[in-house]
C-alpha cells in the first residue's frame, strides 16, 4: 500500500472517530428536562401540630415567644416573621426573621453591608471576628453583630443551619435598639426550629389580608399585583395608552410623608423635595393626602404622570398610586380620588 | 496536503509540545481556582477549547491558549493517526500498542466522564424519604404542572438555557417563557437600597422588590444565587412576568386553561426510580473525647417497581453502589440528626481501571521484548 493512501485512509478514520464521539457528546446535551413525578409526601406526623406563631418555610417550621411589648405583623415575602417595637418614647423599631439558603454571601460582606446602611465604615476580617459576639438561638451557637452609626442602629444574629443562613435583624432608633438588646437576646433564645418536609406553600396572587371594601371604577382592570401590593389596577386608554393604579399599606407611618413622596418622584427621575418645597407639593383632601407630578418613568424612560395617595387608617398607611400616560392619568385622576375616598378600611 | 497533515498529527515534536502545554495549562487552571474558584476554572481552562482574555470593558473574548479540550483531543489525534498510519509497521509490537490503546481509552474516558457524570448531593434528616437528588451549585427553573391528583408534570429548565435570555417553548406547556433577564447571583431586597434597581415583574412574589447582580462566588464553601426575569406568553397574550430566584423557598402560582402551574428556580433535581429513607445518622466519638470515630448513615433503599426493601449502612470507604449511582458519606447536619450524601453518577467509572490495566500490560510485554532481547544478544556473544 502507496504511503499516502495510508495518510488518506489514517485521516479518514480518524475523522470518523472524531465525528463518533463528537455526536456522542451531542446527544448527552440535553435541554430541557421533562418527567412525571409523584406528589411529595405529607410533612411527618410529628409536623402536623404546626404551632400558633409558626412560619414555613422550605422544610423548617420556626416558632418563637413573642416578648412583651412586641407587635406581631404580617411578614413580607421574604421574612418569615416580622415585629414592631415601640420605645416609650415613641421611638420605634422593626424586628425580622429571613432564612437565606446557602451562605447569602457570607456572614463578612453582610456585617459591612449593614455597617454601610447605618454610616458606618467597612471593617476587616480580623476586625470582623472581633465584633462576633456568641448568641444562643434555639439551643444552637449563633453570631451576634451590632452596628451602631448616625443613620441608626443594627443588631442582627446570624445562625447556619443545614444550608440555611437564619438572619434575626431588629434595625431602628440607635438608643432604642440598645435598650431592648437583653430582650432581643432572650427572643432569640425562645426561638425553635421544627425540621422535616413540608408540602411547599402556595403563594397567593393577591394578599386578600386586610383588603379593605371598595368601588372600583369602570374600565379598571384587576390584575395580580404580588405580594407587597394588597391590590394592582390596569387601565387602558384611547389609542392603547396604559396606566395603572397599585394599592399597598405598610404598618406605621411607611417611612414618612417626605420618603414617600421622593420614593414616587424618584420612579419619575425628578429630584427630591424638602421642607417648604415638600408641603406645596402636597395637597390634602380630609384624610386623604394627595401628591401630583409628572416626569419621565425611570424604568421605561417614556414620559409619564403620577398621581398619589396616602391615608393614615388605624395605625397603616394605605398607599394608592396612579401612574401612566399622562393622558389617561389625566382621565383618571377624578376617578381615582374618588376611589380612594369611597375606600371603607 | 495530506501527506503534509499525516506528518503533522504522527510528529513526536508534536506530542512534546502538547505535554509541555498540557503541563502549563494544569498549573496556570490551578493557580487561578484562587481567583476564580473551582467550577469556573474548571470550564474555562479544562472545559474549553481556548482560555480567553478580555480587554477591560472591550466585550472582546480574545484567545491566548489552547484549553483542555483541544490539548487533550491534539493529543488523542496525536495517537490515533499514529496508529493508524503505522499500523502495517508495527502490529507485531503488541506492547506498544497495548500502550497506546491505554492512553487513548483514558484521554477518552475522561472526555466521557467530563461530558456523562454528575455530581449531586442527597440531604436526609433523621426518618426523612427522598426520590432525588439536588445539584450542589446548578440550578434550574422548574414548571410544575399540578392539576393531576397524585402525579406532577415537571418541566424542567436548565441554567444554561436561561442563560440565553431567549424566548423557551416547549410541547409539554401551553405557554412559552421568555427570560427577560438572568443574573447568576444576585442579591434581593424588600426596600430600595444603594445599588439596587426596581424589578420589572408584574406578577408574583417580586413585583415592588429590589434586586442587584454579583459578581460570581470563587468561594469553594459559598454558592451563586441566580435570579431572573421571565413572561409567560400565550397566543391570548401575557400571563405576567416573574421574578424567579434562588432566595424564594416558595413556589408561584400560575392558573391558566384550567390548569394549575407552579414556577420555582432550585437546584437541580435529579429524580430516582426508588427512595432511601434515612434511618439513623450517627456520629461517634472516642469516649471523653471530640475526636470522630465513625460517620455513618443508616438508609432504607425502597423500590416500588420491584419489591425491593432493604437497610444499608452508608460509612466512610464504605459507600452504597446502586443503580448506576454510588452515595457516599460527604456531611452531616450540626445537630446530628441529618446527614448528605454525595451522589456521583459516572457511566464511565470503569474506563481508567482498564486503561492502567491496558497501559500496565503493555509496558510489562515492552520491558520483558527488551529483556529477552538482551539476554539472547548477551548470551550469543
Same mark, same amino acid.
Given at each position: 500500500?502507496?504511503?499516502?493512501?495510508?495518510?488518506?485512509?489514517?485521516?479518514?478514520?480518524?475523522?470518523?472517530?472524531?465525528?463518533?464521539?463528537?455526536?456522542?457528546?451531542?446527544?448527552?446535551?440535553?435541554?430541557?428536562?421533562?418527567?412525571?413525578?409523584?406528589?411529595?409526601?405529607?410533612?411527618?406526623?410529628?409536623?402536623?401540630?404546626?404551632?400558633?406563631?409558626?412560619?414555613?418555610?422550605?422544610?423548617?417550621?420556626?416558632?418563637?415567644?413573642?416578648?412583651?411589648?412586641?407587635?406581631?405583623?404580617?411578614?413580607?415575602?421574604?421574612?418569615?416573621?416580622?415585629?414592631?417595637?415601640?420605645?416609650?418614647?415613641?421611638?420605634?423599631?422593626?424586628?425580622?426573621?429571613?432564612?437565606?439558603?446557602?451562605?447569602?454571601?457570607?456572614?463578612?460582606?453582610?456585617?459591612?453591608?449593614?455597617?454601610?446602611?447605618?454610616?458606618?465604615?467597612?471593617?476587616?476580617?480580623?476586625?470582623?471576628?472581633?465584633?462576633?459576639?456568641?448568641?444562643?438561638?434555639?439551643?444552637?451557637?449563633?453570631?451576634?453583630?451590632?452596628?451602631?452609626?448616625?443613620?441608626?442602629?443594627?443588631?442582627?444574629?446570624?445562625?447556619?443551619?443545614?444550608?440555611?443562613?437564619?438572619?434575626?435583624?431588629?434595625?431602628?432608633?440607635?438608643?432604642?435598639?440598645?435598650?431592648?438588646?437583653?430582650?432581643?437576646?432572650?427572643?432569640?433564645?425562645?426561638?425553635?426550629?421544627?425540621?422535616?418536609?413540608?408540602?411547599?406553600?402556595?403563594?397567593?396572587?393577591?394578599?386578600?389580608?386586610?383588603?379593605?371594601?371598595?368601588?372600583?371604577?369602570?374600565?379598571?382592570?384587576?390584575?395580580?399585583?404580588?405580594?407587597?401590593?394588597?391590590?394592582?389596577?390596569?387601565?387602558?386608554?384611547?389609542?392603547?395608552?396604559?396606566?395603572?393604579?397599585?394599592?399597598?399599606?405598610?404598618?406605621?407611618?411607611?417611612?414618612?410623608?417626605?420618603?414617600?413622596?421622593?420614593?414616587?418622584?424618584?420612579?419619575?427621575?425628578?429630584?427630591?423635595?424638602?421642607?417648604?418645597?415638600?408641603?406645596?407639593?402636597?395637597?390634602?383632601?380630609?384624610?386623604?393626602?394627595?401628591?401630583?407630578?409628572?416626569?419621565?418613568?425611570?424604568?421605561?424612560?417614556?414620559?409619564?404622570?403620577?398621581?398619589?395617595?396616602?391615608?393614615?387608617?388605624?395605625?397603616?398607611?394605605?398607599?394608592?398610586?396612579?401612574?401612566?400616560?399622562?393622558?389617561?392619568?389625566?382621565?383618571?385622576?377624578?376617578?381615582?380620588?374618588?376611589?380612594?375616598?369611597?375606600?371603607?378600611? | 496536503?495530506?501527506?503534509?497533515?499525516?506528518?503533522?498529527?504522527?510528529?513526536?515534536?508534536?506530542?512534546?509540545?502538547?505535554?509541555?502545554?498540557?503541563?502549563?495549562?494544569?498549573?496556570?487552571?490551578?493557580?487561578?481556582?484562587?481567583?476564580?474558584?473551582?467550577?469556573?476554572?474548571?470550564?474555562?481552562?479544562?472545559?474549553?477549547?481556548?482560555?480567553?482574555?478580555?480587554?477591560?470593558?472591550?466585550?472582546?473574548?480574545?484567545?491566548?491558549?489552547?484549553?483542555?479540550?483541544?490539548?487533550?483531543?491534539?493529543?488523542?489525534?496525536?495517537?490515533?493517526?499514529?496508529?493508524?498510519?503505522?499500523?502495517?509497521?508495527?502490529?507485531?509490537?503488541?506492547?506498544?500498542?497495548?500502550?497506546?490503546?491505554?492512553?487513548?481509552?483514558?484521554? $477518552?474516558?475522561? /472526555? @466521557? *466522564?467530563?461530558?456523562? &457524570?454528575?455530581? #449531586?448531593? !442527597?440531604?436526609?434528616?433523621?426518618?426523612?424519604?427522598?426520590?432525588?437528588?439536588?445539584?450542589?451549585?446548578?440550578?434550574?427553573?422548574?414548571?410544575?404542572?399540578?392539576?393531576?391528583?397524585?402525579?406532577?408534570?415537571?418541566?424542567?429548565?436548565?441554567?444554561?438555557?436561561?442563560?440565553?435570555?431567549?424566548?423557551?417553548?416547549?410541547?409539554?406547556?401551553?405557554?412559552?417563557?421568555?427570560?427577560?433577564?438572568?443574573?447568576?447571583?444576585?442579591?434581593?431586597?424588600?426596600?430600595?437600597?444603594?445599588?439596587?434597581?426596581?424589578?420589572?415583574?408584574?406578577?408574583?412574589?417580586?413585583?415592588?422588590?429590589?434586586?442587584?447582580?454579583?459578581?460570581?462566588?470563587?468561594?469553594?464553601?459559598?454558592?451563586?444565587?441566580?435570579?431572573? $426575569?421571565?413572561? /409567560? @406568553? *400565550?397566543?391570548?397574550? &401575557?400571563?405576567? #412576568?416573574? !421574578?424567579?430566584?434562588?432566595?424564594?423557598?416558595?413556589?408561584?402560582?400560575?392558573?391558566?386553561?384550567?390548569?394549575?402551574?407552579?414556577?420555582?428556580?432550585?437546584?437541580?433535581?435529579?429524580?430516582?426510580?426508588?427512595?432511601?429513607?434515612?434511618?439513623?445518622?450517627?456520629?461517634?466519638?472516642?469516649?471523653?473525647?471530640?475526636?470522630?470515630?465513625?460517620?455513618?448513615?443508616?438508609?432504607?433503599?425502597?423500590?416500588?417497581?420491584?419489591?425491593?426493601?432493604?437497610?444499608?449502612?452508608?460509612?466512610?470507604?464504605?459507600?452504597?453502589?446502586?443503580?448506576?449511582?454510588?452515595?457516599?458519606?460527604?456531611?452531616?447536619?450540626?445537630?446530628?440528626?441529618?446527614?448528605?450524601?454525595?451522589?456521583?453518577?459516572?457511566?464511565?467509572?470503569?474506563?481508567?481501571?482498564?486503561?492502567?490495566?491496558?497501559?500496565?500490560?503493555?509496558? !510489562?510485554?515492552?520491558?520483558?521484548?527488551?529483556?529477552?532481547?538482551?539476554?539472547?544478544?548477551?548470551?550469543?556473544?
Amino acid at each position: 500500500m502507496s504511503r499516502k493512501l495510508l495518510n488518506t485512509l489514517s485521516l479518514l478514520k480518524l475523522t470518523g472517530i472524531l465525528l463518533s464521539v463528537g455526536l456522542a457528546i451531542g446527544c448527552g446535551q440535553d435541554g430541557i428536562k421533562v418527567y412525571t413525578v409523584s406528589k411529595e409526601s405529607a410533612p411527618p406526623t410529628e409536623m402536623s401540630a404546626v404551632p400558633e406563631h409558626a412560619a414555613p418555610t422550605s422544610g423548617t417550621q420556626l416558632k418563637w415567644k413573642t416578648p412583651d411589648g412586641w407587635q406581631e405583623i404580617p411578614p413580607g415575602t421574604m421574612r418569615v416573621a416580622s415585629f414592631k417595637v415601640t420605645g416609650a418614647d415613641g421611638k420605634q423599631a422593626d424586628v425580622s426573621v429571613i432564612p437565606l439558603p446557602g451562605s447569602a454571601g457570607g456572614d463578612f460582606s453582610n456585617v459591612n453591608r449593614w455597617r454601610g446602611q447605618v454610616g458606618l465604615a467597612p471593617v476587616t476580617e480580623e476586625e470582623f471576628a472581633k465584633l462576633t459576639q456568641p448568641v444562643e438561638i434555639a439551643g444552637q451557637p449563633g453570631a451576634l453583630y451590632e452596628a451602631v452609626g448616625d443613620s441608626g442602629c443594627i443588631l442582627a444574629a446570624i445562625q447556619h443551619r443545614e444550608g440555611t443562613v437564619w438572619f434575626f435583624k431588629m434595625t431602628g432608633d440607635g438608643s432604642l435598639v440598645t435598650q431592648v438588646k437583653p430582650v432581643f437576646v432572650e427572643f432569640l433564645k425562645s426561638v425553635q426550629f421544627v425540621t422535616g418536609e413540608t408540602m411547599p406553600v402556595a403563594v397567593p396572587e393577591v394578599v386578600s389580608n386586610g383588603k379593605p371594601n371598595w368601588s372600583v371604577p369602570t374600565g379598571w382592570q384587576e390584575v395580580s399585583g404580588g405580594q407587597f401590593l394588597v391590590a394592582k389596577f390596569v387601565i387602558t386608554g384611547t389609542g392603547g395608552a396604559q396606566a395603572g393604579v397599585n394599592v399597598s399599606s405598610s404598618a406605621s407611618d411607611g417611612g414618612g410623608l417626605a420618603a414617600n413622596v421622593n420614593r414616587w418622584r424618584k420612579q419619575l427621575g425628578l429630584s427630591e423635595l424638602t421642607g417648604e418645597e415638600l408641603a406645596k407639593s402636597v395637597q390634602s383632601l380630609g384624610p386623604v393626602t394627595l401628591v401630583e407630578m409628572v416626569g419621565q418613568d425611570a424604568r421605561t424612560s417614556q414620559p409619564a404622570a403620577l398621581v398619589g395617595a396616602m391615608v393614615s387608617q388605624a395605625g397603616q398607611m394605605w398607599f394608592y398610586k396612579l401612574m401612566g400616560e399622562a393622558k389617561v392619568v389625566a382621565a383618571q385622576k377624578t376617578a381615582f380620588i374618588q376611589f380612594v375616598q369611597g375606600v371603607k378600611y | 496536503m495530506l501527506d503534509r497533515l499525516a506528518i503533522f498529527f504522527t510528529s513526536l515534536r508534536l506530542t512534546v509540545v502538547l505535554l509541555a502545554l498540557g503541563l502549563v495549562l494544569v498549573f496556570w487552571g490551578t493557580m487561578a481556582q484562587v481567583q476564580i474558584g473551582l467550577y469556573q476554572a474548571q470550564n474555562e481552562f479544562f472545559r474549553s477549547f481556548f482560555i480567553y482574555w478580555s480587554p477591560v470593558d472591550s466585550g472582546w473574548r480574545i484567545p491566548i491558549f489552547p484549553g483542555g479540550y483541544l490539548i487533550g483531543g491534539m493529543l488523542l489525534a496525536n495517537l490515533v493517526v499514529y496508529n493508524l498510519r503505522f499500523d502495517q509497521e508495527r502490529k507485531r509490537n503488541l506492547g506498544l500498542i497495548a500502550i497506546h490503546i491505554g492512553v487513548g481509552l483514558l484521554l $477518552i474516558g475522561q /472526555l @466521557l *466522564t467530563d461530558v456523562f &457524570s454528575t455530581e #449531586s448531593m !442527597l440531604h436526609l434528616r433523621n426518618g426523612e424519604t427522598k426520590n432525588y437528588s439536588e445539584a450542589s451549585s446548578h440550578f434550574e427553573l422548574a414548571v410544575v404542572d399540578k392539576t393531576e391528583a397524585t402525579t406532577d408534570r415537571v418541566i424542567a429548565i436548565p441554567q444554561d438555557r436561561l442563560q440565553r435570555q431567549e424566548e423557551i417553548r416547549q410541547a409539554d406547556l401551553p405557554f412559552s417563557i421568555r427570560v427577560h433577564t438572568f443574573y447568576n447571583n444576585s442579591t434581593l431586597a424588600e426596600k430600595e437600597q444603594e445599588g439596587f434597581t426596581q424589578i420589572n415583574a408584574t406578577a408574583g412574589i417580586g413585583a415592588g422588590a429590589w434586586w442587584r447582580e454579583l459578581p460570581r462566588e470563587a468561594e469553594m464553601d459559598r454558592r451563586d444565587m441566580p435570579s431572573g $426575569i421571565v413572561e /409567560l @406568553l *400565550t397566543p391570548q397574550g &401575557s400571563l405576567g #412576568s416573574y !421574578l424567579v430566584s434562588a432566595y424564594l423557598n416558595q413556589p408561584q402560582v400560575v392558573d391558566f386553561n384550567g390548569r394549575r402551574y407552579e414556577l420555582r428556580l432550585r437546584l437541580e433535581r435529579f429524580y430516582k426510580p426508588f427512595q432511601l429513607r434515612l434511618v439513623e445518622f450517627r456520629h461517634d466519638k472516642y469516649p471523653g473525647t471530640d475526636i470522630p470515630k465513625n460517620f455513618s448513615s443508616r438508609v432504607r433503599v425502597q423500590r416500588p417497581d420491584t419489591g425491593e426493601d432493604r437497610e444499608v449502612l452508608i460509612y466512610m470507604n464504605n459507600p452504597l453502589r446502586y443503580d448506576g449511582d454510588t452515595y457516599y458519606q460527604a456531611s452531616f447536619d450540626q445537630d446530628n440528626q441529618g446527614t448528605v450524601l454525595q451522589v456521583v453518577h459516572n457511566p464511565s467509572w470503569l474506563t481508567p481501571y482498564f486503561a492502567c490495566i491496558l497501559v500496565g500490560l503493555g509496558l !510489562l510485554v515492552q520491558f520483558l521484548r527488551h529483556l529477552f532481547e538482551f539476554a539472547t544478544k548477551h548470551n550469543a556473544s
